[in-house]
């Protein structure tokens, strides 16, 4: 896969003197969120923090939280708040956290917005938050869901039908075998969606309501959605 951000943009990051603070990527299952956070992390250095990943992962360990979230998960509903916004609250308290984050995939419900804003106002020094919405259209979601592939190792997403790895199968970079997510068929994603539009969609419009809110079109090369959302962070921190 290609390397999106261009080197003025990194360069323009480097000469960044604030921190860039918590940014919202928001949008529906397949919308590309986790491809573009990945970007934004090599461009300005903070971490990318996915609830989907941080569940999985603790599947995969088969913690007490692993256990509750697998069948969940399996039926493309959403895990409950409370031990959403435990995990988050865990992971912002590591010390790469402290300038920024991209937050990919949370907050999808009113409940965990409200979690955020709370625990960002009571900082001492709160840093405002800026949300993007990426849009895509049903039928290229669907075809992003079922033809992606993961790297077990590094994490690198591919597409068999629009960015596939060199050797059919495995991973450019560690040469694993890649894995498809288990939610990512036809049935599963059309659940995720409806989850999405009765519980996620309100959140787009409280982020929406509350300024320093962006929509950018996903349905671009990466390398174009990307730079769509590095424009829009850097306007609406400049209008911050
Ligand atoms: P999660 O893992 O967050 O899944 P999701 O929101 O459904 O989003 P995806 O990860 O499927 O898609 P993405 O937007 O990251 O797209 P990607 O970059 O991979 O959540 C999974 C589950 O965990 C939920 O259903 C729920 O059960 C639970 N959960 C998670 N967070 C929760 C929360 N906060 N509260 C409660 N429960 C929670 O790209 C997709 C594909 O498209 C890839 O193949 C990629 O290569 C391709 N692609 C990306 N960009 C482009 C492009 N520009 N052009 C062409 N192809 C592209
Ligand atoms: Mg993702």
């Given at each position: 896969?290609?390397?999106s ?12 003197k ?18 573009q956070?990945k970007?934004?992390v ?10 989907g ?22 039926r493309g ?9 435990e ?8 010390p790469?956290?402290?300038?920024g ?13 409200g979690?955020l ?25 669907l ?15 591919y ?27 036809e049935?599963?994603?059309k659940?995720r969606?409806?989850a999405?539009a ?16 962006a ?7 990466i ?18």
């Amino acid at each position: 896969m290609s390397s999106s951000v261009s080197a003025v943009q990194r360069g323009r990051a480097a000469g960044r003197k604030t921190a860039p603070g918590p940014i919202l990527l928001m949008g529906a299952p397949g919308v590309g969120k986790g491809t573009q956070a990945k970007e934004l992390v090599k461009l300005w250095g903070i971490p990318q923090i996915s609830t989907g990943d941080l569940l999985r992962a603790n599947v995969a360990q088969d913690t007490s939280l692993g256990r509750v979230a697998k069948e969940i998960m399996g039926r493309g509903e959403l895990v409950p708040d409370s031990l959403v916004d435990e995990m988050v609250a865990v992971r912002l308290q590591q010390p790469d956290a402290a300038k920024g984050y991209i937050l990919d995939g949370f907050p999808r419900t009113l409940g965990q917005a409200g979690w955020l804003d709370g625990r960002l106002a009571a900082q001492p020094k709160p840093l405002p938050v800026v949300a993007v919405s990426i849009q895509v259209d049903y039928n290229q979601l669907l075809r992003r869901i079922t033809g992606r592939r993961n790297c077990p190792v590094c994490q690198t997403i591919y597409n068999i039908y629009v960015n596939p790895p060199r050797r059919d199968g495995f991973c450019d970079v560690e040469g694993a075998a890649l894995v498809q997510r288990a939610d990512d068929t036809e049935q599963v994603f059309k659940e995720r969606m409806r989850a999405y539009a009765a519980l996620t969609a309100p959140v787009v419009e409280h982020y929406r309501a509350l300024g320093r809110f962006a929509e950018v079109n996903g349905d671009r090369p990466i390398a174009e959605v990307a730079a769509g959302i590095v424009a829009a962070v850097e306007r609406l921190r400049e209008t911050a």
